[in-house]
């Protein structure tokens, strides 16, 4: 799931080069935490969140193994 983050934030920013997604174990999931520059942060969060919101709901429809998934947005 780190891959599919990471490749649908390089495809929304104009600093692919700046981003970096990490994983964390939490309870019952897990916690991806998605580092952009502070510029493009606006662009992976959308209008009204809408990108992120779409991002969470792929990531929650990806997860086979019914954990939990978490998504941070940092910028």
């Known amino acids: 799931m780190q891959a599919l ?3 649908i934030a390089k495809a929304l920013v104009e600093h692919p080069d700046q981003v970096s997604v990490q994983t964390h ?3 019952g999931g897990e916690e991806i935490v ?3 520059a502070e510029d ?12 992120a919101h779409a991002m969470r709901t792929l990531l929650a429809t990806a997860s086979t ?3 939990l998934v978490n998504l941070e947005i940092e910028g």
Request: proline share 0%; net charge neutral.
């Open 65 to 67: 193994d019914g954990k």
């Open 40 to 51: 493009d942060r606006g662009r992976v969060i959308g209008k009204n969140g809408r990108t």
């Open 25 to 27: 174990e939490i309870d």
């Open 5 to 7: 983050v990471e490749y």
């Open 34 to 36: 998605l580092s952009v």
